[in-house]
């Protein structure tokens, strides 16, 4: 650390795995267990925005998604201790978000950007806007007063937030993803044509039916059960706040150069 300048794949995986964004993560076992079985057993806490009906009321279901598409340990009767985000399915991950990306470049698209962690993804959502911005793409401008039962909808280095009490905002929770939506719309402004994201600002525009990439925690499960589903077109499985977030500068290059958007 750092990683001078773009890494290559296999020193972006070494230090995923070094800063534990991938590789055996500070989650344990038992918090994943616990938040893959709230999510079937129907807590909208844990649907991140979603609609997943009755369609996930199985836990071990939720557990076989996990382990394809984030790498954690599938076998039921592993119920404590250290658990696994596989560094190669994080890469992955960055290089369909950064087709996506492109294809916004592409288009000049309406671009969207949103956190429910600024502790740890604010930058990484940041950079991402700047770099889709000289592309030429339309960074969305969230509309003013919004509020919700949580806090303000605001917007910092065109990233939307929630703010409460001075204090950006950690939240799961899909309704200021579609208090923005529902304003642009009452304002008879467009929508985005991709909104990229995480938590429940993620599966909201998805289950909005905007284009919708973000990333996850291996105790979020919410998002890559949606993209199972195609609700979600990319979730990129990492954990999502480690000790610094400069460790995630090296994976932002990784995804920026992908998408041809390195400056």
């Known amino acids: 650390m750092p990683i001078p300048g773009t890494p290559s794949r296999a020193q972006l995986v070494e230090h995923l795995v070094a800063t534990r964004i991938a590789g055996d993560v500070a989650t344990p076992r038992e918090n994943n267990l616990s938040h893959y079985r709230k999510l079937s057993n129907g807590d909208r806490h844990f649907w991140l925005g979603l609609e997943l009906g009755?369609?996930?009321?199985?836990?071990q279901d939720v557990l076989a998604v996990m382990a394809e598409r984030v790498g954690v340990n599938d076998d039921p009767e592993y119920r404590h201790g250290q658990d696994t985000i596989d560094p190669e399915?994080?890469?992955a991950g960055l290089e369909r978000m950064a087709g996506r990306l492109r294809k916004a470049a592409d288009g000049r698209q309406r671009v969207l950007f949103a956190t429910g962690h600024p502790g740890g993804l604010l930058d990484v959502h940041r950079a991402t806007a700047a770099a889709l911005r000289a592309a030429g793409c339309e960074i969305v401008v969230v509309p003013d007063g919004l509020t919700t039962d949580e806090g303000y909808v605001m917007q910092f280095a065109d990233v939307a937030v929630l703010?409460?009490?001075a204090t950006l905002w950690h939240?799961?929770?899909?309704?200021?993803m579609k208090a923005v939506l529902t304003a642009l719309e009452r304002e008879g402004?467009?929508?985005?044509?991709?909104?990229v994201a995480d938590h429940g600002w993620a599966g909201a525009a998805g289950q909005?039916?905007?284009?919708?990439?973000?990333?996850?925690?291996c105790n979020d499960?919410?998002?890559?059960?949606?993209?199972?589903?195609?609700?979600?077109?990319?979730?990129?499985?990492?954990?999502?706040h480690v000790t610094s977030p400069r460790h995630y500068d090296p994976m932002t290059?990784?995804?920026?150069?992908?998408?041809?958007?390195?400056q």
């Open 189 to 195: 402004r467009p929508l985005p044509d991709l909104v």
């Open 171 to 176: 939240t799961h929770s899909g309704e200021p």
């Open 208 to 217: 909005y039916g905007v284009d919708s990439v973000g990333y996850a925690d």
């Open 89 to 91: 399915l994080t890469v």
């Open 163 to 165: 703010e409460h009490g």
């Open 253 to 262: 290059a990784y995804l920026l150069a992908e998408a041809g958007l390195a």
């Open 54 to 59: 009755d369609r996930w009321t199985d836990e």
């Open 221 to 240: 499960p919410a998002l890559f059960v949606a993209e199972s589903e195609g609700t979600v077109q990319v979730t990129v499985p990492l954990d999502d």
